[in-house]
């Protein structure tokens, strides 16, 4: 018998027997049971969340994102996507558009971020398809005559109340010219074909 078991079972058992004494030690053994499962379970759960967060958070965005110096974006942005993408290491790489608009439903009015992307590349970068309803297999937009499709977050549909199906229109000051009353925005239709559910509200 190992050194540490055998003094375990020498103070477990006493030579007189004793009710009280026995009670006691049984007491004293299950608390400290009971004391280390709960941090044991807490550490487990916290660490499981802690990854769950992780994971979503990184299959949000892209590892290494490349910006331009200014809001007109990169040039040769697919001569640089080739160049990257043939780094040893690199997984996946996919170019995107980024601009600020806002967003108008039945009344209802939110200021959100568009981001354009080229979905068949997207999927090799992030997760974002496996949080988009209906699959993207399914997702079908106006076509050359209707409007062309637009994904939104659950959280901002819910606040202009729109769903699949539904019209929006994004306003957008995105390379609008000044005009005779200023800077007018740039008015466009959309038809919702998915909604983006991460289960993050900063991105939903």
């Not at 769903?163 to 005009?179: K, Y």
Request: glycine share 14%; net charge neutral; aromatic share 6%.
């Amino acid at each position: 018998m190992r050194l540490p078991l055998w003094i375990a079972a020498r103070y477990l058992r006493t030579r007189r027997q004793s009710g009280f004494i026995t009670l006691l030690t049984g007491i004293s053994v299950a608390g400290v049971c009971l004391g280390v499962t709960a941090l044991l379970t807490v550490l487990a759960v916290m660490n499981g969340f802690e990854n769950e967060i992780q994971t979503r958070i990184a299959g949000t965005d892209a590892h290494v994102v490349l910006l331009g110096e200014d809001t007109a974006g990169i040039e040769d942005a697919e001569g640089i996507t080739a160049r990257v993408a043939a780094y040893p290491g690199v997984l996946g790489v996919a170019p995107f558009t980024y601009a600020k608009a806002m967003v108008l439903h039945g009344g209802l009015a939110e200021g959100m971020v568009v981001k354009g992307v080229d979905l068949a590349r997207e999927q090799n970068v992030t997760t974002v398809a496996r949080n988009i309803t209906p699959r993207l297999s399914t997702i079908r937009d106006g076509g050359p005559s209707g409007p062309p499709g637009v994904v939104l977050g659950s959280e901002l549909a819910g606040r202009i109340n729109a769903s699949v199906g539904d019209t929006v229109v994004l306003a957008s000051l995105a390379g609008a010219g000044p005009g005779a009353f200023g800077y007018s925005p740039k008015l466009r239709r959309f038809v919702v074909v998915g909604i983006f559910a991460s289960g993050l509200y900063t991105y939903d």
